[in-house]
């Protein structure tokens, strides 16, 4: 899609707000979110299901030129493009965080892992082929627990990534765990490579933090061992605020 084009559709858009980024490398920081309408997958412990629908009454479409309005008026340069799935192909939002990024804020899109990102033509067509510092990943590798684990796209993804990008592990449980350490240790030579912090956050009281801790300090020794970026990763936004509540 050339920008001319994008620039004259519109977008199921669920949410923009201002507020803390809650979790992975952003964890703490004034963030602006921006949340589109649909979603390919329908995880087990999902916790935006009212982002579902693309058609809701409840959602407001937007151009991109408004939603760059909207977001502006916050004075804030950082932006999460979350979901919802930003990244699903065939639509029109799989667009709005390139052109975001060249309209000169520094986005992250939070995307589930099953929808192949950016190649280097739309890259091309939006940013002139460079992301560098402008535009991010945090890609949830979806673990059993899930139940959506067989949509994970993996080497497709994972080359594509480059530092300051993230992956994202939602465990609920030591089936999970274990899933995610095997991933890793099959795709550790690309992350190690391209410097991608490994996050691990436990599914909202479904598993004790703590007992992830532990798992971590178990397999600590062989993160170090080949330079892994692994940490844990809590939901702050649900420490702050009621587990339920939106636009936070």
């Known amino acids: 899609m050339t920008v001319d084009k994008f620039k004259g559709t519109v977008i199921p858009v669920v949410e923009i707000f201002n507020s803390v980024s809650g979790e992975g490398i952003s964890a ?3 963030t602006t979110f921006v949340r589109v309408a649909r979603c390919n997958l329908r995880c087990s412990y999902c916790d935006t299901t009212y982002s579902y629908d693309e058609f809701s009454e ?3 479409m937007m151009t991109p030129d408004e939603i760059v309005d909207r977001v502006s008026q916050f004075g804030c340069k ?14 029109p939002k799989r667009y709005l965080p390139l052109y975001l990024a060249s309209k000169g804020f520094k986005v992250r899109i939070e995307t589930n892992g099953s929808c192949p990102v950016y190649s280097n033509e739309e890259l091309e067509c939006f940013l002139k082929g460079d992301r560098f510092q402008v535009l991010y990943y945090t890609l949830d590798i979806k673990c059993p627990g899930s139940g959506m684990s067989k949509y994970n796209i993996f080497e497709e993804n994972l080359e594509k990534l ?6 994202k592990f939602v465990v609920s449980n030591q089936e999970d765990i274990a899933y995610a350490i ?4 099959k795709y550790k030579d690309i992350l190690v490579l ?6 691990f956050s436990p599914a909202y009281g479904l598993i004790k933090p703590e007992e992830l801790v532990e798992v971590l300090k178990e ?3 062989y993160f170090s061992n080949y330079e892994l970026r692994v940490r844990l ?3 702050l936004h649900k420490i702050i605020w009621p587990a339920d509540a939106r636009g936070v």
């Open 28 to 30: 703490g920081t004034i």
């Open 58 to 60: 409840n959602n407001q």
């Open 78 to 91: 950082d932006i999460i493009c979350t979901g919802g799935e930003p990244l699903e192909p065939q639509k």
């Open 162 to 167: 480059h530092e300051g990008d993230e992956l």
């Open 182 to 185: 095997k991933v890793i240790d």
């Open 194 to 199: 391209n410097k991608v912090v490994i996050n």
């Open 219 to 221: 397999k600590h020794q």
């Open 233 to 235: 990763s809590l939901q």
